[in-house]
């Protein structure tokens, strides 16, 4: 995958301003860059995976989604009733789109083959991050890319 110099450097920018930071176990390239069509003039879609400690206290600064304040402070908190069915289904969904991924290759088809890369990477990522019972919480953001 080719990334533009501006937008790697961008990468690179938030890269060092995470990683040594304990509060931070993860930052993830989304948007068209992670896709391979990205422009000139594309931003850089990014997910920071934060611990309960780095989360605390988010607010939202405009929202179109109601009460999204009060949803923000219920991300930190894990609910254990309910753990095995999530994991079951989460586990479904990994192998459809892994079973996805490999009938798009079959057949050529490079949308597909994209959309079911992304979404078992993310899924992967949540497995890792998002679904441990230790609470880490994922935000996302966006920069520009110069």
Do not use: C, K
């Given at each position: 995958m080719h990334i533009r110099d501006h937008?790697?450097?961008?990468?690179?920018?938030l890269a060092d301003t995470y990683r040594d930071d304990p509060?931070?176990?993860?930052?993830?390239?989304?948007?068209?860059?992670?896709k391979g069509y990205a422009r000139e003039?594309?931003?850089?879609?990014?997910?920071?995976?934060?611990?309960d400690e780095a989360f605390e206290g988010a607010f939202a600064a405009y929202s179109h989604v109601p009460n999204l304040d009060?949803?923000?402070?219920?991300?930190p908190v894990y609910p254990e009733a309910g753990h095995d069915e999530r994991i079951r289904a989460?586990?479904?969904?990994?192998?459809?789109?892994?079973?996805?991924?490999?009938?798009?290759?079959?057949?050529?088809?490079?949308?597909?083959i994209t959309r079911a890369a992304s979404?078992?990477?993310?899924f992967s990522c949540s497995s890792r991050f998002g679904i441990s019972r230790t609470?880490?919480?994922a935000?996302?953001?966006?920069?520009?890319g110069s």
């Open positions: 937008h790697q450097r961008a990468i690179d920018r509060r931070f176990r993860g930052l993830i390239i989304g948007g068209s860059i992670a003039d594309s931003d850089v879609d990014f997910l920071i995976i934060a611990t009060a949803l923000l402070q219920r991300i989460f586990y479904s969904m990994a192998f459809m789109q892994h079973w996805l991924l490999h009938e798009a290759e079959r057949h050529g088809n490079r949308y597909t979404q078992l990477a993310l609470g880490a919480s935000t996302s953001t966006r920069t520009p």
